[in-house]
């Protein structure tokens, strides 16, 4: 069973900067693609940033430039470098493994708050 801790979310005005940490568990880390998920009040969760186990990273359109996403295989640990923020990226943000039909995983960690605003 695989496990999800997202770290990493807070208050921050809006052009600032936030850095997300997700450490997976149980299961080998290295070899899925692994994304970055948002999901805003009243809103379905969406894929905001991927990247697969050789390092290609893909992103939404909406944070392109502005979002970075990286990995740590030795960690397990998947990061989200925010910069520009804007109001309209408060969601909680969540991680899971990506296959070519949405997330692998059922289990969901409790996700990390991101709310931008003055």
């Known amino acids: 069973q695989v496990q999800f801790v997202e770290s990493g979310g807070g208050l921050v005005q809006p052009g600032g900067s936030l850095r997300l940490s997700c450490a997976a568990s149980g299961r080998v880390f290295s070899v899925y693609t692994m994304g970055w998920y948002r999901q805003a009040p009243e809103k379905q969760r969406e894929l905001v940033a991927a990247m697969t186990s050789g390092g290609t990273t893909n992103y939404a359109d909406s944070v392109k430039g502005r979002f970075t996403i990286s990995r740590d295989n030795a960690k397990n640990t998947v990061y989200l470098q925010m910069s520009s923020l804007k109001p309209e990226d408060t969601a909680v943000y969540f991680c899971?493994?990506?296959?070519?039909?949405?997330?692998?995983?059922?289990?969901w960690g409790q996700g990390t708050q991101v709310t931008v605003s003055l």
């Open positions: 899971n493994a990506q296959g070519h039909f949405g997330p692998i995983f059922n289990s």
